[in-house]
């Protein structure tokens, strides 16, 4: 798995939350608006599944926006998780160097010690 299919996962998976506890609906209301079932809803919270356009559409419609404002609010998610993970990304590369360094350092002091 690439970290792009990580972040889009992610980021649908935050939208679905978001979206449905900021319209204050259940999962099973949320259900009967979209007529997409509680299981699958449940799985998109989870981030095991990611939806069809066609349900992509369904679920905007029962979050009562449209699947362009939806879409929408995906970009921002997604962007902010890709930036975050740049980020970690960034910090993993220092403390490898961070590491690397005091490898060297710690070898550099054992040979010293031997000479």
């Not at 029962?62 to 740049?86: D, N």
């Not at 220092?94 to 000479?115: P, S, W």
């Amino acid at each position: 798995m690439t970290h792009n299919h990580d972040i889009f996962c992610k980021a649908f998976q935050k939208l679905v939350l978001r979206t449905r506890k900021e319209s204050l609906i259940s999962q099973k209301q949320l259900s009967m608006e979209s007529g997409l079932t509680r299981q699958f809803i449940s799985m998109m919270e989870s981030g095991k599944r990611i939806p069809s356009f066609e349900n992509f559409c369904l679920l905007a419609r029962g979050l009562g926006i449209s699947p362009v404002e939806m879409a929408e609010k995906f970009r921002s998610i997604y962007e902010r998780e890709y930036r975050s993970m740049e980020e970690k990304l960034k910090q993993l590369s220092r403390r490898e160097v961070l590491m690397a360094a005091d490898k060297l350092r710690a070898m550099d002091y054992i040979e010293q010690l031997r000479g």
